[in-house]
């Protein structure tokens, strides 16, 4: 299955050691230093070693292969503390910094060396798909080869934030559904799930404080049939009853996600997208309602009361219970997409926009300047709290709270902007990583998306980095993320499809330095990346075939 990937002088050189073509390797994302050898490691039945140093939830994750090579090989590896010069031997090396790692595999031993559990994991991945992609399956599988080729490699990411968002409020997955999705993510070196867990057509996430937030609020009349831009078809069938997370499934998520190393980071999107709160609490609105979840897609006028000191203390309530819940160091306040039109009218909104002493001016109205307050505030009490705040990059829009992260959604405007003054950003532009947008031209051959045109190879060509920053201005982008809205995506399957490919192209975005990147390499490898997600049972795009012709 492994194929091969020819570059011809490299190869001559390489032919006279070993007798082979093979000079690269079929891993997404690709390694940054891949030196390979003559000779192969049997991996089948091999002895697993650990230094007594490392972490117990790394010690799982290397048990765990262990057990699944096993059952694949149908050979059975021991495992055992302490270092040996055989097998695969895992090694602590506090001098690695924590994302890296090195892997050496001789004829003896495949040496992993690595200072924290995902260093480890991320070398257990490489592991893997150096593997027969029975690997990653279910079943035995002894009859194929179970060797890894000899070679040095020394990988580390290029971006320290390497992010995928999941909306589970237009539509809604489950315990195993957002497990399924961490598990994409784990195979891809991903790092942090962005998790936007309420929004105005159902709010997901059980506060205590407020019930009705999940009694009322989770639970929208009836849902829109077809595109908002040519349909007033509604289905007449109530959607979303039970359908939210209870804090002890929060917490089995966050455990499950921790022991693969993945940062999980809510998003409570706030002053807008807030109508299934408004559902539930209708005082917390600037006409006081009543308000419905919201059964169609788009941007609802209808938004919170910030003038409202009761609505404030209901945002904090919520961060408070939201910030003892989630261990990140970021919470997302979303902040995108809220009309200032109820803000004009309202008494309470205007009485503090002349509280604050806040004006238009030739840059933005005071209603703007107004949203920057609740934003600072917000960031005011996230710090007090030990957080950080990030942001849609409307949140540049008005005055911008001192420390806040801007994720630019707009293009890539926002972030460079953000960079430039100062601030951090996390780069998940609409024209590289809405993965709702359509990925081929052939949309009548596609399930209904919200529209644009995303293919993997324009996933693939982002760079994120403006020609013109300086060195300190690129050290505030933080990272990358692709963004997966299902308006129009009602079932696992079909988040799968719209995910895979693209992901494996948003990986080595995140991960590989520039000139690791190639993507003739990344196309022909393409055949293993996606037998990786048939063997897992993974949905996905087949369109990089046609692509590849
Ligand atoms: C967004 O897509 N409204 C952040
Ligand atoms: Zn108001």
Same mark, same amino acid.
């Given at each position: 299955?492994?194929?091969?990937f020819?570059?011809?002088?490299?190869?001559?050189?390489?032919?006279?050691?070993?007798?082979?073509?093979?000079?690269?390797?079929?891993?997404?994302?690709?390694?940054?230093?891949?030196?390979?050898?003559c000779?192969?490691?049997?991996a089948?039945g091999a002895?697993?070693?650990?230094?007594?140093?490392?972490?117990?939830?790394?010690?799982?994750?290397?048990?765990?292969?262990?057990?699944?090579?096993?059952?694949?090989t149908?050979?059975?590896?021991?495992?055992?503390?302490g270092?040996?010069?055989?097998?695969?031997?895992?090694?602590?090396?506090?001098?690695?910094a924590?994302?890296?790692?090195?892997?050496?595999?001789?004829?003896?031993?495949?040496?992993?060396?690595?200072?924290?559990?995902?260093?480890?994991?991320?070398?257990?991945?490489?592991?893997?798909?150096?593997?027969?992609?029975?690997?990653?399956?279910k079943?035995?599988?002894?009859?194929?080869?179970?060797?890894?080729?000899?070679?040095?490699?020394?990988?580390? +990411?290029?971006f &320290?934030?390497? #992010?995928?968002h999941? =909306? %589970?409020?237009?539509?809604?997955?489950?315990? $195993?559904? !957002?497990?399924?999705y961490?598990?994409?993510?784990?195979?891809?070196?991903?790092?942090?799930?962005?998790?936007?867990i309420t929004d105005?057509?159902?709010?997901?996430?059980?506060i205590?404080?407020?019930p009705?937030?999940?009694?009322?609020?989770?639970v929208?009349?009836q849902t829109?049939?077809?595109?908002?831009?040519?349909?007033?078809?509604?289905?007449?069938?109530?959607?979303?009853?039970?359908?939210?997370?209870?804090?002890?499934?929060?917490r089995?998520?966050?455990?499950?996600?921790?022991?693969?190393?993945?940062?999980?980071i809510?998003?409570?999107?706030?002053?807008?997208?807030?109508?299934?709160?408004?559902?539930?609490y +209708?005082?917390l &609105?600037?006409? #006081?309602?009543?308000? =419905? %979840?919201?059964g169609?897609?788009?941007?609802? $006028?209808? !938004?919170?009361?910030?003038?409202?000191?009761?609505?404030?203390?209901?945002?904090?309530?919520?961060?408070?219970?939201?910030?003892?819940l989630?261990?990140?160091?970021?919470?997302?306040?979303?902040?995108?997409?809220?009309?200032?039109?109820?803000?004009?009218?309202?008494?309470?909104?205007?009485?503090?926009?002349?509280?604050?002493?806040?004006?238009?001016?030739?840059?933005?109205?005071?209603?703007?300047?107004?949203?920057?307050?609740?934003?600072?505030?917000?960031?005011?009490f996230?710090?007090?709290?030990?957080?950080?705040?990030?942001?849609?990059?409307?949140?540049?829009?008005?005055?911008?709270?001192d420390?806040?992260?801007?994720?630019?959604?707009?293009?890539?405007?926002?972030?460079i902007?953000?960079?430039?003054?100062?601030?951090?950003?996390?780069m998940?532009?609409?024209?590289?990583?809405?993965?709702?947008?359509?990925?081929?031209?052939?949309?009548?051959?596609?399930?209904?998306?919200?529209?644009?045109?995303?293919?993997?190879?324009?996933?693939y060509?982002?760079?994120?980095?403006?020609?013109n920053?300086?060195?300190?201005?690129?050290?505030?982008?933080?990272?990358?993320?692709?963004?997966?809205?299902?308006?129009?995506?009602?079932?696992?399957?079909?988040?799968?499809?719209?995910?895979?490919?693209?992901?494996?192209?948003?990986?080595?975005v995140?991960?590989?330095?520039?000139?690791?990147?190639?993507?003739e390499?990344?196309?022909?490898?393409?055949?293993?990346?996606?037998?990786?997600?048939?063997?897992a049972?993974?949905?996905?795009?087949?369109?990089?075939?046609?692509?590849?012709g």
């Open positions: 299955m492994k194929k091969i020819i570059l011809v002088a490299a190869a001559a050189l390489f032919a006279s050691c070993c007798q082979t073509e093979k000079t690269t390797l079929d891993i997404v994302p690709y390694p940054n230093n891949v030196e390979l050898k000779g192969s490691f049997t089948a002895e697993f070693h650990y230094s007594a140093e490392i972490e117990p939830l790394a010690v799982d994750l290397i048990e765990a292969f262990a057990a699944q090579l096993s059952m694949v149908s050979k059975e590896s021991t495992i055992a503390q270092v040996s010069d055989k097998g695969f031997v895992f090694v602590q090396n506090p001098e690695i924590a994302e890296a790692y090195t892997l050496k595999v001789s004829e003896n031993a495949a040496v992993v060396e690595a200072s924290s559990l995902r260093g480890f994991n991320y070398a257990i991945q490489t592991i893997k798909q150096m593997l027969p992609v029975e690997v990653f399956g079943a035995a599988a002894a009859d194929k080869e179970w060797t890894l080729p000899c070679v040095k490699i020394n990988d580390a +990411p290029r &320290g934030y390497r #992010g995928l999941m =909306d %589970v409020s237009r539509h809604f997955f489950d315990m $195993d559904e !957002v497990k399924r961490l598990d994409i993510m784990e195979v891809h070196k991903l790092n942090t799930l962005h998790w936007h105005d057509q159902g709010w997901r996430l059980e205590k404080k407020y009705r937030l999940t009694e009322v609020g989770a929208r009349k829109l049939v077809g595109h908002l831009f040519d349909s007033e078809v509604y289905d007449g069938t109530p959607y979303g009853e039970g359908c939210y997370f209870t804090q002890d499934q929060v089995e998520i966050l455990d499950y996600a921790a022991g693969k190393g993945i940062t999980v809510p998003e409570i999107d706030l002053p807008g997208h807030m109508l299934a709160a408004l559902a539930a +209708p005082e &609105g600037c006409t #006081g309602g009543p308000y =419905d %979840v919201w169609k897609w788009g941007v609802a $006028d209808d !938004v919170l009361c910030v003038g409202k000191e009761k609505t404030m203390q209901f945002l904090e309530d919520v961060l408070t219970e939201v910030c003892e989630f261990p990140a160091e970021y919470v997302h306040i979303g902040g995108d997409e809220c009309p200032k039109v109820r803000w004009e009218k309202c008494p309470h909104c205007q009485a503090k926009i002349a509280e604050l002493g806040l004006k238009d001016d030739d840059r933005f109205q005071a209603e703007h300047y107004l949203q920057g307050y609740v934003t600072s505030r917000m960031e005011k996230l710090a007090s709290k030990g957080k950080k705040l990030i942001g849609w990059d409307e949140i540049l829009e008005g005055e911008v709270a420390n806040a992260i801007v994720m630019s959604w707009r293009g890539t405007a926002g972030g902007k953000a960079a430039k003054m100062g601030h951090d950003a996390i998940t532009p609409n024209s590289f990583f809405y993965l709702d947008y359509y990925q081929s031209l052939d949309t009548a051959k596609e399930p209904l998306a919200i529209g644009g045109y995303l293919p993997v190879e324009t996933c060509s982002y760079e994120p980095y403006a020609e920053m300086t060195d300190e201005e690129k050290a505030h982008i933080l990272g990358v993320q692709a963004n997966l809205w299902t308006e129009y995506i009602a079932t696992n399957e079909h988040l799968e499809y719209m995910l895979l490919p693209r992901m494996a192209a948003l990986s080595e995140q991960w590989c330095q520039p000139q690791t990147k190639s993507w390499r990344f196309l022909d490898s393409a055949d293993d990346f996606c037998a990786i997600y048939d063997v049972g993974y949905n996905y795009s087949k369109r990089i075939f046609d692509v590849r």
